[in-house]
């Protein structure tokens, strides 16, 4: 595969120079000289696709190392430096823009490897899937592409008959799927179950199912589900989860009771009330064969529009059911409620008559001595004693002279009621409240 792409370019007299890096790509460099300076130019390269044959229904790993991709890149650097450029991948499938659904990538930082991971279907079983990948340089903004072709191989044991699925909290997708760690794994699975053979068959991160991005306190950790197949039974240990104490527990969130946890909590935290236990040898197929047609629809005929010559329709009906109908309701109701208010009312004379003689009395003197005291107090536009007028002025001292005029009469004016007039006035009242 033959790649070009142009860098820069200047005015002056070409010259050819080969450049072979550590890599298997070979480039063809352009020289220019520009203002007694040496311009490279990079004009194409060549390098060979990749091939890899992973089975179906077993966990593909396929790792970007940065290191191969940095060989992609002119040795921009001086001798003896050594290239720490921030590098990141674009994978897709060849003429789409995304990836296969079973294969899944990631990469965490620019300054780390990027992972292509996923368990192959049967369904692409001798079909090759080409991938393409793009390396960008962040701090030159170079790319570097070349593809990687999976030929994906039919399994003789799949699918295995027994799978297990494990939920560890203790780890993210990218570290578990490294190699050691993913052995290790394997090898505490396999002291447990005992089978003839296992492997892993696919791998999620716990934030693919619906998992919450953790806290960055403490070292928490995403969480990864890993899923293996055996060719044998559950082991008894496998099966204590599914105990009716344990499943209690794990109704309360309470840790269950496993015997072999011991085998993994040195490296693996497994919450076991997270585990899935599959018996393929149980299961019923439900698979229908679908029987494929032709892809042609039956004839039916010519179209045939409606007449122009309808015939017209009576709305009377309608009209009296969803108008008339309704508003004759809403109006009877309307009279019924009309006549409760206001030809129910019991009135003033049903209501003394019911009431007692005594009551309506007190109610009687109660309003004729407020009426009085309100007449009382209209009367107030007479003058204040003397004696309640000051005699000196309040800011200069001097002797204020009476508001009333020599000529006013007030001994007409007493000060206070006698008290054979007070009770000739007030006697009624009390003796009528009382």
């Given at each position: 595969?033959?790649?070009?792409f142009?860098?820069?370019?200047?005015?002056?007299?070409?010259g050819t120079?080969?450049?072979?890096?550590?890599?298997?790509?070979?480039?063809?460099?352009?020289?220019?000289?520009?203002?007694?300076?040496?311009?490279?130019?990079i004009?194409?390269?060549?390098?060979?696709?990749r091939?890899?044959?992973?089975?179906?229904?077993?966990?593909?790993?396929h790792?970007?190392?940065?290191?191969?991709f940095?060989?992609?890149?002119?040795?921009?650097?001086?001798?003896?430096?050594?290239s720490?450029?921030?590098?990141?991948?674009?994978?897709n499938?060849?003429?789409y823009?995304?990836?296969?659904?079973?294969?899944?990538?990631?990469?965490?930082?620019?300054?780390?490897?990027?992972?292509?991971?996923?368990?192959?279907?049967?369904?692409?079983?001798?079909?090759?899937?080409?991938?393409?990948?793009?390396?960008?340089?962040?701090?030159?903004f170079?790319?570097?592409?070349?593809?990687?072709?999976?030929?994906?191989?039919?399994?003789?044991?799949?699918?295995?008959p027994?799978?297990?699925?494990?939920?560890?909290?203790?780890?993210?997708?990218?570290?578990?799927?490294?190699?050691?760690?993913?052995?290790?794994?394997?090898?505490?699975?396999?002291?447990?179950?005992?089978?003839?053979?296992?492997n892993?068959?696919?791998?999620?991160?716990?934030?693919?199912r619906?998992?919450r991005?953790?806290?960055?306190?403490?070292?928490?950790?995403?969480?990864?589900y890993?899923?293996?197949?055996?060719?044998?039974?559950?082991?008894?240990?496998?099966?204590?989860?599914?105990n009716?104490?344990?499943?209690?527990?794990?109704?309360?969130?309470?840790?269950?009771v496993?015997?072999?946890?011991?085998?993994?909590?040195?490296?693996?935290?497994?919450?076991?009330?997270?585990?899935?236990?599959?018996?393929?040898?149980?299961?019923?197929?439900?698979?229908?064969?679908?029987?494929?047609?032709?892809?042609?629809?039956?004839?039916g005929?010519?179209?045939?529009?409606?007449?122009?010559?309808?015939?017209s329709?009576?709305?009377?009906?309608?009209?009296?059911?969803?108008?008339?109908?309704?508003?004759?309701?809403?109006?009877?109701?309307?009279?019924?409620?009309?006549?409760?208010?206001?030809?129910?009312?019991?009135?003033?004379?049903?209501?003394?008559?019911?009431?007692p003689?005594?009551?309506?009395v007190?109610?009687?003197?109660?309003?004729?001595?407020?009426k009085?005291?309100?007449?009382?107090?209209?009367?107030?536009?007479?003058?204040w004693?003397?004696?309640?007028?000051?005699?000196?002025?309040?800011?200069?001292?001097?002797?204020?002279?009476?508001?009333?005029?020599?000529?006013?009469?007030?001994?007409?004016?007493?000060?206070?009621?006698?008290q054979?007039q007070?009770?000739?006035?007030?006697l009624?009242?009390?003796?009528?409240?009382?």
């Amino acid at each position: 595969q033959i790649i070009s792409f142009l860098l820069s370019s200047a005015d002056g007299y070409n010259g050819t120079v080969n450049w072979t890096t550590k890599r298997a790509h070979s480039y063809i460099i352009s020289r220019i000289k520009a203002v007694q300076k040496n311009v490279y130019t990079i004009l194409s390269k060549v390098h060979s696709d990749r091939n890899v044959y992973p089975s179906a229904g077993v966990l593909f790993v396929h790792v970007l190392e940065r290191e191969y991709f940095k060989g992609e890149f002119p040795p921009y650097p001086k001798p003896g430096e050594i290239s720490n450029d921030p590098i990141t991948f674009n994978t897709n499938l060849m003429g789409y823009p995304d990836r296969p659904g079973w294969l899944r990538y990631i990469q965490r930082t620019p300054y780390s490897d990027g992972v292509l991971y996923g368990s192959p279907t049967v369904e692409n079983v001798g079909k090759p899937t080409v991938i393409e990948i793009t390396a960008y340089n962040r701090r030159t903004f170079e790319t570097a592409r070349h593809n990687l072709i999976i030929n994906i191989m039919s399994a003789e044991d799949f699918p295995l008959p027994y799978q297990a699925e494990f939920f560890i909290r203790n780890m993210n997708v990218e570290e578990m799927l490294a190699s050691e760690v993913l052995g290790d794994f394997l090898g505490a699975v396999k002291n447990v179950w005992q089978p003839e053979r296992l492997n892993a068959i696919n791998i999620t991160s716990a934030l693919d199912r619906g998992g919450r991005v953790p806290l960055p306190i403490n070292d928490m950790k995403e969480g990864v589900y890993v899923m293996v197949g055996a060719d044998v039974p559950f082991s008894s240990c496998l099966r204590e989860v599914e105990n009716p104490q344990n499943q209690l527990r794990c109704s309360q969130e309470m840790e269950p009771v496993i015997t072999c946890d011991k085998k993994f909590r040195t490296q693996f935290h497994i919450d076991w009330c997270k585990i899935s236990l599959v018996d393929n040898t149980k299961q019923v197929s439900t698979f229908q064969e679908v029987i494929r047609g032709e892809g042609i629809l039956p004839d039916g005929g010519e179209y045939k529009p409606p007449s122009d010559t309808l015939k017209s329709r009576d709305y009377y009906t309608d009209f009296l059911i969803t108008l008339a109908v309704p508003s004759a309701i809403a109006l009877v109701l309307f009279l019924i409620l009309a006549y409760i208010m206001c030809c129910r009312r019991e009135g003033v004379e049903k209501r003394n008559m019911q009431t007692p003689d005594i009551q309506l009395v007190h109610h009687s003197a109660i309003q004729k001595s407020t009426k009085e005291l309100r007449d009382m107090s209209k009367n107030r536009e007479i003058a204040w004693p003397l004696s309640t007028l000051p005699v000196f002025h309040p800011v200069t001292g001097e002797i204020v002279p009476p508001l009333h005029t020599d000529s006013y009469d007030n001994t007409s004016m007493p000060l206070m009621q006698t008290q054979q007039q007070w009770s000739q006035k007030w006697l009624p009242f009390f003796s009528a409240v009382l």
